[in-house]
């Protein structure tokens, strides 16, 4: 059966999905890879990581579900676009939630100042003690990072910079 031919926004909405379950898996495999460096140091993964993998496990079965059902012409579009909204809104909230902290690092500087290759679980558990730290001190400097590896903080970024892709690939024309 061929796809339906909606035209430029049929077109769009192909794309959007396409970028958005690359970005969408990208964030899945780069987060199972913090939880199981977590789980085999037998510590319970920062609830921060768990929320982020299952908002994004969800938002990828509800990809390819639409996918299909755009592809085979029963697409409900209003239902749809209520959904994508939702979806959104729970993007939105892990971007926030994991780029809170992230974005005082400086992963370049990391690199040059400790030769440390420390675990994901090392550089949550550093995240949050010093997002505390940063509440009550109101600063940030970049010797409150010392004890982080620079792979890890990059890795933490693209998480980060995934997500907020998401809101402009989910702001594209929808069906």
Same mark, same amino acid.
């Given at each position: ?13 192909? *794309? ?67 959904? %994508? ?5 729970? *993007? ?45 001190? %109101? ?37």
């Amino acid at each position: 059966m061929p796809a339906p031919k909606l035209g430029a926004l049929g077109m769009a909405f192909v *794309v959007t999905r396409g970028l958005q379950i690359a970005c969408l898996i990208a964030i899945i495999g780069m987060t199972a890879n913090f939880i199981s460096d977590m789980v085999a140091k037998n510590v319970t993964p920062p609830n921060v990581l768990v929320g982020t993998i299952s908002v994004t496990c969800i938002a990828t079965i509800y990809c390819f579900i639409t996918y299909i059902l755009y592809h085979d012409n029963i697409l409900p579009f209003l239902v749809n676009t209520g959904i %994508d909204g939702l979806l959104l809104i729970a *993007v939105i909230v892990v971007a926030v939630t994991v780029g809170k902290p992230l974005s005082y690092l400086n992963c370049l500087a990391i690199g040059s100042t400790t030769a440390i290759d420390e675990t994901p679980y090392e550089f949550a558990t550093a995240l949050g003690s010093n997002l505390n730290k940063a509440a009550i001190s %109101d600063s940030l400097g970049h010797n409150v990072w010392m004890g982080t590896a620079k792979s890890t903080c990059l890795e933490m970024k693209s998480i980060w910079g995934l997500s907020v892709a998401l809101w402009y690939v989910s702001m594209l024309p929808s069906e």
